[in-house]
């Protein structure tokens, strides 16, 4: 499980040998076993200081390609965001790690966790909205009392423990601040290793839409605010074709074709309009408060810039019945 002592221990390296191996393992396969297509446009677009590299998310290993290119291309490696609940296998996580996969937490993801921690089970939907509602108000500095139970199981808010790192006593804090300050402390641990990334010189991978979707989805605000805290490019790539390589589990690829487009980069003097003048603390509540326009207005800008680069199928579509991302449903961090 990814707790708060596994985020201090997570180290990065300029030239992280596990990417070279996992390359030549990609080559044979790209190359020779049974053979890809792989097709790069834009390689004018690409600077080269550091970037955040910002790519539509159509399938499982859609980024390994890409890598591979870079890799082969110009040497450039990267530090990729993928989601906390990847590092809940212990062998799963120790290839991530390895591979410089920065996870990344939620409040939900959080609250989830720290209830099958205390009641071995995952919270109902009326549990999960409570909660959530609770820590998202306390988060934004608002007066929220505690659920009374039984709407929520008492365990959950006397039980003293320390399930992801930090501790939870009842008598010196409630359980809202409780999942406030675990939040707050993981993702200033995020946002430290994100900004070592820059300074080794490392390239960010992110895919701002979150989940993955054969049609581009709209960019979620995160991409926005680490681009303005760290005021390195934002470089926009279309992925067109990689799931008919990787149509299922396997990461072995299947023989198909490829395109890769690469957008103007966009940097942080582009981005003057949405400019944050004082500093703010990336991903905390009060900063997405008084900031939203600002990030929804980057967020959208990249949305915008990624889809120019693809071809027609995966190009964004309204949001089918179920994929709003306010979902009130634990269901997503398992």
Not at 34 to 39: A, H, K, Q, R
Request: net charge negative.
């Amino acid at each position: 499980m990814l707790d708060l002592p596994r985020l201090q221990r997570l180290s990065l390296t300029a030239r992280p040998l596990p990417q070279r191996i996992l390359g030549r393992a990609l080559h044979a396969n790209y190359v020779y076993l049974p053979g890809v297509d792989l097709n790069v446009e834009g390689r004018e677009n690409m600077p080269d200081e550091p970037v955040i590299f910002a790519m539509n998310h159509t399938d499982r290993y859609n980024y390994w390609p890409w890598q591979y290119w870079i890799w082969k291309d110009s040497g450039r490696f990267t530090a990729a965001w993928v989601k906390g609940k990847y590092y809940e296998s212990r062998l799963l996580a120790l290839f991530m790690e390895s591979m410089l996969q920065l996870p990344t937490v939620s409040r939900g993801y959080l609250i989830t966790k720290d209830f099958q921690s205390v009641l071995q089970r995952t919270p109902t939907d009326q549990e999960y909205t409570l909660l959530r509602d609770l820590v998202d108000r306390r988060a934004a500095g608002e007066e929220a009392p505690l659920p009374e139970p039984p709407e929520v199981p008492e365990r959950l808010l006397r039980k003293p423990r320390s399930p992801l790192g930090l501790s939870f006593e009842p008598t010196e804090r409630d359980y809202a601040d409780y999942i406030c300050d675990l939040f707050s402390a993981m993702m200033a641990r995020f946002v430290e290793l994100n900004e070592e990334a820059r300074d080794l010189g490392l390239d960010l991978l992110i895919f701002p839409q979150g989940t993955r979707s054969i049609r581009l989805l709209e960019s979620h605000i995160g991409i926005a605010q680490i681009a303005l805290h760290l005021r390195i490019p934002i470089v926009p790539v279309g992925c067109n074709g990689s799931e008919r390589l990787y149509p299922g589990g396997s990461p072995f690829a299947k023989k198909a074709s490829v395109t890769y487009r690469i957008g103007e980069p966009i940097h942080y003097e582009d981005l003057s309009a949405f400019h944050v003048e004082r500093a703010f603390a990336p991903f905390s509540a009060e900063a997405e408060h008084d900031h939203a326009k600002q990030f929804r207005g980057i967020a959208a800008l990249v949305t915008d810039r990624i889809e120019a680069l693809l071809d027609e199928p995966y190009r964004r579509a309204p949001a089918e019945p179920g994929e709003e991302d306010g979902s009130r449903s634990s269901d997503r961090f398992i």
